[in-house]
């Protein structure tokens, strides 16, 4: 069997038997967590795996037709450019046994693929908890962009003696107001969740990328039926936030969430992150990802920051360009169709800003 493989999204048992013999898997690398992805228009989900001897590794990405862009329309042929990119979330190698000999190796090969198969470049969003963006320092360009923030999860004492004295405040503050926090994975409070996501991501003006279809929530529900609890904050029997949590292999995330304005002065969604972690103690996770801010040090981080001042953790990204006369030829059909494209701006895919 080759060194290298391209699993297909159609070979479901192959793919998450490859995931889970690596110790450090989580959530973003299953199977059922890429369903979802195939109706955002990001590509098809497939999972390069490499294993060699000793090395073995493994992530996940979408192989997108760059024709298929919206930016490309009319000025590239289909089926003949296409690129790498790792999905929302979090990604980038699971390895075992590292080798730098292998590791070049492995570049070696996927160069090889890429070339053969008119793969232009890749875009990983590397995972703040693994820090695996060091297995591939001397083969892709990496940026750090911004924190993370974890928190500790090991017992319920440890999490709050970490908040920030505001954060405490405002889960007391939730409590006065007889906020309830309830697990609710009903199909009602689905469509609540979806409701309140979709309000939220209006109010604060998201990239129209974020507003996911009913295809991408009726596969996620589906799908990912085991790995998530949908935590609602109720008020009068009605649900006025909510948050998918993700749950896998002792890790915990801060997925989706969606919040009613009008309640927003009593602090449900502190009071709702705390409940979770205090879930998460009493159900063997030890790490409760919450991510970051939509920018660096925005109010949102700042949110998150206040549940864990210790916690925060780098996230990087990274690229690779296989084939940089064809990166450039990219760039120069945006420049030549587009008057309003900078061809030197910091997107690391440029030709995708």
Known sequence: MDALQIVSFSEKDRWNGIVKSFADHDVYYMHEYMSAFRHTGDGSPCLIYYSGDPMRLCYVVLSSDIAESPRFTGVLEKGRYHDFATPYGYGGPLVSHYSSDEMSYFFALLKDYCNQNGIVSQFIRFHPLLENQAFFADHCELRSIKKTVVIDAT??????????PRCRGAIQKAKQRDIQINIDNSDQAKVEFIRLYLETMQRHHAAAYYFFNNAFFDDFFSNMEGSYNLFCAMSNKKIISAAIILCCNGNMHYHLSGSDEAFRQFSPNNLLLYT???????NGYHKFHLGGGVEVDDSLFLFKRSFNKKGTLNFYIGRSIFNQENFRQMVNLRTGSDPDFDPNNDYMIQYRA
């Open 155 to 164: 017992n319920s004492a440890t999490i709050y003696a970490n908040m920030e």
């Open 276 to 282: 979770a972690a205090c879930w998460g103690v009493d």
